[in-house]
C-alpha cells in the first residue's frame, strides 16, 4: 500500500473515529484497536497504547464543545479523573505483562459483554416516545 493511501485511509479513519466519539460519547477505542489490529497489522500492545495517545486530542475538543453549552460535570470529570488515571497505570502494568493475544481476547470479550447488554437492556425496556 502506497504511503499516500494509507495516509489517506488514516486520515478518513481519524475523521470518522473522532466524529463517533463526539455522537456517542465513547471512547475511540472502541473502534480505533481493531481497526489498528485488523486491517492495518499494529501489533495489540502497540495498539492499545496508540489508542490511549489519540484520547487525549479529541477529549479535550469534544469537551470543549460541550462545555461551552454547559454541558458536562467538571468537578466530577475532575475527581473520576484522577482516580482513573490511578487505575489506568495499574491496567498498563497488567496489559504489558499480558501475551498479546489473550489481551486481544480480553478486548474482544469486553466489547461483546458491553453490546449483548446493551441489546438486552434495550429489548426489555418499553419504547418511549422520545
Known amino acids: 500500500m502506497s504511503t499516500a493511501l494509507t495516509l489517506a485511509i488514516l486520515v478518513g479513519f481519524g475523521l470518522l473515529t473522532g466524529g463517533v466519539a463526539g455522537l456517542l460519547g465513547v471512547g475511540g477505542g472502541v473502534l ?39 454541558i458536562g460535570d467538571l468537578r466530577s470529570a475532575l475527581q473520576l479523573g484522577t482516580i482513573g488515571a490511578i487505575g489506568s497505570a495499574g491496567g498498563a502494568l497488567v496489559a504489558l505483562a499480558l501475551p498479546a493475544p489473550t489481551l486481544r481476547k480480553l478486548f474482544a470479550l469486553l466489547l461483546a459483554l458491553v453490546g449483548l447488554r446493551m441489546i438486552r437492556d434495550t429489548l426489555r425496556r418499553p419504547r418511549s416516545a422520545t
Open 32 to 70: 480505533i484497536v481493531p481497526f489498528l489490529v485488523l486491517v492495518v497489522g499494529v501489533p495489540q500492545h502497540a495498539a492499545n497504547a496508540t489508542s490511549l495517545l489519540v484520547i487525549l486530542p479529541t477529549a479535550i475538543v469534544a469537551t470543549t464543545m460541550l462545555r461551552r453549552r454547559g
